[in-house]
């Protein structure tokens, strides 16, 4: 199946710092897409994004599809932010979102 | 309000005792699909429903029954639960039928069973 690697594993940011995590992907997708999961276990939309560059307050992404990677940018981070980012993509032959093992953010006061 | 909702959110339950977790879409979405969470093997899809009585295996499906009888409605069905079910399940949806995987997928909050 598709390998989704994210990087990095884990993240530890003071309040105010900036961030990149980054999606590689082993194969060609028609989706992809970042979720933000809050302690609660909740997974969040941030963006869905095949391909281009997307922003929403203080969150970007792009993919650069042709390459097989998707950055997600977390600018002036607040404690809020803390939790697991994912991202997870649909290969172009299959139906199922593949889930990276997410990156796992912890924003201190 | 566009929302998948789940029931129910926590669930604690024993072996062999049938269980059904419901899911709901209020978007008219033709895709819903079900997916567990556990640790260390990440997010894994169970079954994914194309539209009205299309429903068809994801990664995992062993010890999962579904069924798609109305657009809305996409019921999880454990028919004689066993400890290794114990996870975190997330329904989701998506737009259009045959091109859903292209389309933003949305998840419902979760529901977190235990099989004792």
Redesign the interface.
């Known amino acids: 199946g598709i390998q989704v690697e994210q990087s990095p594993p884990d993240l530890i940011l003071q309040e105010g710092a900036n961030s990149t995590l980054r999606c590689n992907f082993s194969d060609s997708v028609n989706n992809l897409q970042w979720f933000h999961q809050n302690p609660w276990g909740q997974l969040i939309n941030l963006f869905y994004i095949p391909s281009g560059t997307k922003q929403n307050g203080r969150l970007s992404a792009t993919t650069v599809a042709t390459e097989r990677y998707s950055l997600l940018y977390i600018s002036s981070s607040q404690t809020t932010d803390s939790g697991v980012y994912f991202c997870a993509v649909v290969r172009d032959s299959g139906y199922a979102l593949n889930f990276g093992k997410g990156t796992s953010l912890l924003v201190t006061p | 309000e566009a929302q998948v909702t789940q029931n129910p959110r926590y669930l604690i339950t024993v072996t062999g005792k049938k269980l059904t977790v419901t899911c709901s879409q209020n978007m008219n979405h033709e895709y819903m ?1 079900w ?1 567990r969470q556990d640790p260390g093997l ?2 894994r ?1 169970i079954y ?1 429903s194309m539209n009205v009585e299309v429903t ?1 295996k ?2 995992v499906p062993e010890g999962y029954k579904v069924s798609r009888k109305e657009k809305r409605n996409f019921p999880l069905i454990l028919e004689s639960p066993s400890p290794n079910q114990t996870s ?1 399940y ?1 329904c ?1 949806s998506s737009f259009k039928g045959a091109k ?8 419902g ?2 529901t ?1 069973l235990t099989v004792l």
């Open positions: 699909s997916y990440g997010l899809q994914y068809d994801g990664d975190l997330f989701a859903a995987v292209r389309d933003t997928q949305y998840f909050p979760g977190r």
